[in-house]
């Protein structure tokens, strides 16, 4: 009886991993079903990953560039996509990107690098209910801004067995080569490289910093980094304005807000980042993401100021939602360890459980409200799809597909 209680957790923990994983696939499922039930391709998953795959295939593509840089796991994806035809090739690509997604969630709620069970739910809860996603939400494109989150945790994972680290290896290979991301965590794991110097942690550490090599490489080689010089013109007060009012600023609102409220919610949200460094600082999680969050801000920052001379353009206005997501769940995760902090003081400790209950009812309703995500339709997909079905070998047509994209592919 006693041995088969091991047994018994196994299976428990299996189910409830299971039924886990399936609430968060309905979740996202029933954000947007369309996506799902009748896929249309989003901008490049048809004008560059779909359409080099059937005019070359994979591993020709494998380091083909796009913006400067490779992106294996889309190309990977949109190859394997294929085998199911191109009228199904859409299906397979936004669910395998919903499977990913759905992986990433469950492992930030099974996550040990992440101590707190509310720090894990309230991250994961965000990512599946995250505002602002109408771009974002569940295209091979833009799915290098989900991995993050997931190199993170894969990154910062303690020792395991060979086969845990060759997995994670193999993960950190194919998400560091897609887009630019682990040339940002070079220098987080240049870091976190000079003071863990266990097996584990040289070879995930080695592998980001490697392939954050190979995408700068390219990037320079392709002249998509530029020379190194700023288009921008403007002084050091400028700087810090466009850094707090574009950077800082649209991490934590959609659009512009009055200075009557901004300022004070920037002042708050700095004093919570201050109370979360004096209480969890020598953490290596919280100090090798604060690291991080702090170089990805840089780089938009850097990004800006090749974009614009004059800086009252880059004060006013702002696109671009994708580069927001991992800052966005930093805010939040701070938000919600604040909120734990304060609630575990004596005076609070004994209704803890009852208000982060209403607090966590609050934000579920601001997030639900944002819960369907809208994708523009009536593009002509479908049918363009079944002319070049019906096309014969050598005939081209054109094929037209959100955001107002159209590319041209020869029936083979």
């Given at each position: 009886?006693?041995?088969?209680?091991?047994?018994?957790?196994?299976?428990?923990?299996?189910?409830?991993?299971?039924?886990?994983?399936?609430?968060?696939?309905?979740?996202?499922?029933?954000?947007?079903?369309?996506?799902?039930?009748?896929?249309?391709?989003?901008?490049?998953?048809?004008?560059?990953?779909?359409?080099?795959?059937?005019?070359?295939?994979?591993?020709?593509?494998?380091?083909?560039?796009?913006?400067?840089?490779?992106?294996?796991?889309?190309?990977?994806?949109?190859?394997?996509?294929?085998?199911?035809?191109?009228?199904?090739?859409?299906?397979?690509?936004?669910?395998?990107?919903?499977?990913?997604?759905?992986?990433?969630?469950?492992?930030?709620?099974?996550?040990?690098?992440?101590?707190?069970?509310?720090?894990?739910?309230?991250?994961?809860?965000?990512?599946?209910?995250?505002?602002?996603?109408?771009?974002?939400?569940?295209?091979?494109?833009?799915?290098?801004?989900?991995?993050?989150?997931?190199?993170?945790?894969?990154?910062?994972?303690?020792?395991?067995?060979?086969?845990?680290?060759?997995?994670?290896?193999?993960?950190?290979?194919?998400?560091?080569?897609?887009?630019?991301?682990?040339?940002?965590?070079?220098?987080?794991?240049?870091?976190?490289?000079?003071?863990?110097?266990?097996?584990?942690?040289?070879?995930?550490?080695?592998v980001v910093i490697i392939c954050a090599l190979v995408q700068f490489y390219f990037l320079c080689a392709s002249g998509r980094s530029g020379d190194g010089s700023l288009v921008f013109e403007g002084g050091l007060s400028d700087l810090i304005c466009i850094f707090v009012g574009r950077v800082v600023f649209?991490?934590?609102?959609?659009?512009?807000?009055?200075?009557?409220?901004?300022?004070?919610?920037?002042?708050?949200?700095?004093?919570?980042?201050?109370?979360?460094?004096?209480?969890?600082?020598?953490?290596?999680?919280?100090?090798?993401?604060?690291?991080?969050?702090?170089?990805?801000?840089?780089?938009?920052?850097?990004?800006?100021?090749?974009?614009?001379?004059?800086?009252?353009?880059?004060?006013?206005?702002?696109?671009?939602?994708?580069?927001?997501?991992?800052?966005?769940?930093?805010?939040?995760?701070?938000?919600?360890?604040?909120?734990?902090?304060?609630?575990?003081?004596?005076?609070?400790?004994?209704?803890?459980?009852?208000?982060?209950?209403?607090?966590?009812?609050?934000?579920?309703?601001?997030?639900?409200?944002?819960?369907?995500?809208?994708?523009?339709?009536?593009?002509?997909?479908?049918?363009?799809?079944?002319?070049?079905?019906?096309?014969?070998?050598?005939?081209?047509?054109?094929?037209?597909?959100?955001?107002?994209?159209?590319?041209?592919?020869?029936?083979?």
């Amino acid at each position: 009886m006693i041995a088969a209680l091991p047994g018994r957790e196994k299976l428990w923990q299996a189910l409830s991993g299971a039924a886990v994983f399936l609430a968060i696939s309905a979740l996202l499922f029933f954000r947007n079903t369309q996506i799902f039930l009748a896929p249309e391709p989003w901008a490049e998953d048809m004008a560059v990953f779909l359409r080099d795959e059937y005019e070359r295939g994979f591993p020709d593509t494998a380091f083909a560039l796009y913006a400067g840089y490779i992106h294996l796991l889309p190309r990977l994806i949109a190859w394997l996509s294929l085998k199911a035809g191109l009228g199904n090739a859409m299906f397979v690509m936004n669910w395998s990107v919903l499977l990913i997604k759905c992986v990433i969630c469950l492992l930030i709620l099974r996550s040990r690098e992440i101590p707190s069970s509310l720090m894990r739910l309230a991250i994961a809860g965000y990512l599946i209910l995250i505002p602002f996603v109408n771009e974002i939400y569940n295209n091979v494109t833009n799915l290098q801004w989900w991995l993050i989150p997931l190199m993170a945790l894969v990154i910062l994972r303690r020792d395991g067995s060979l086969w845990v680290l060759i997995t994670d290896a193999v993960i950190l290979l194919l998400t560091g080569l897609t887009g630019v991301n682990s040339v940002i965590f070079a220098i987080p794991c240049a870091c976190l490289l000079i003071k863990d110097r266990t097996m584990g942690s040289v070879v995930r550490n080695s592998v980001v910093i490697i392939c954050a090599l190979v995408q700068f490489y390219f990037l320079c080689a392709s002249g998509r980094s530029g020379d190194g010089s700023l288009v921008f013109e403007g002084g050091l007060s400028d700087l810090i304005c466009i850094f707090v009012g574009r950077v800082v600023f649209h991490t934590l609102f959609k659009s512009d807000v009055s200075l009557v409220v901004g300022i004070p919610v920037l002042a708050l949200f700095a004093g919570m980042l201050a109370l979360n460094l004096r209480r969890y600082g020598n953490l290596r999680e919280v100090r090798f993401i604060t690291l991080f969050a702090a170089v990805y801000a840089a780089v938009i920052l850097y990004n800006l100021l090749k974009s614009e001379r004059d800086p009252e353009v880059l004060l006013t206005g702002f696109s671009g939602e994708r580069y927001f997501v991992f800052l966005r769940i930093c805010a939040f995760a701070l938000l919600i360890s604040t909120l734990d902090i304060i609630l575990k003081t004596p005076r609070l400790q004994e209704n803890r459980g009852k208000i982060m209950a209403v607090i966590f009812l609050l934000l579920a309703v601001v997030l639900v409200r944002r819960y369907p995500v809208s994708f523009p339709s009536g593009s002509g997909y479908s049918a363009d799809i079944e002319r070049f079905e019906a096309a014969k070998p050598g005939e081209g047509v054109t094929i037209h597909f959100p955001p107002d994209w159209n590319c041209a592919l020869v029936k083979k």
